[in-house]
């Protein structure tokens, strides 16, 4: 019943942008804190952003700090990744998450839900 449904991704140039929408359904979803992680060819998931449900508060990896943004539409019940200065160290699938519990935001491990992911491509 609960899904969580990422845009389309792209392929882009190296400097370029590109925005990420997921849409989550079947849940209370200003109750949860969302994430954005990624998995790159070879290469475990990793954690790219988080906003958490209540407070406020947003979570970044130092790879993507200034560069990514993160925020959410209640109303629309989406997270969005905003992504600028895309490089090719980037390309990844990207995975959005959802977090009931309030948990470790930079843990895949303690995510509840998530996304089929979707295919970013930045070419240098």
């Known amino acids: 019943q609960v899904q969580l449904v990422e845009s389309e991704g792209g392929l882009v140039q190296a400097g370029d942008s590109l925005r990420l929408s997921c849409l989550a359904s079947?849940?209370?979803?200003?109750?949860?804190?969302m994430g954005w992680f990624r998995q790159a060819p070879g290469k475990e998931r990793e954690f790219v952003a988080a906003l958490t449900s209540s407070g406020g508060r947003i979570y970044y990896a130092d790879s993507v700090k200034g560069r990514f943004t993160i925020s959410r539409d209640n109303a629309k019940n989406t997270v969005y990744l905003q992504m600028n200065s895309l490089k090719p160290e980037d390309t990844a699938v990207y995975y959005c998450?959802?977090?009931?519990?309030?948990?470790?935001?930079?843990?895949?491990?303690?995510?509840?839900?998530w996304g089929q992911g979707t295919q970013v491509t930045v070419s240098s």
């Open positions: 079947g849940l209370t979803f200003t109750r949860y804190t």
């Open positions: 998450a959802a977090d009931r519990a309030n948990g470790v935001t930079m843990s895949l491990h303690v995510y509840d839900y």
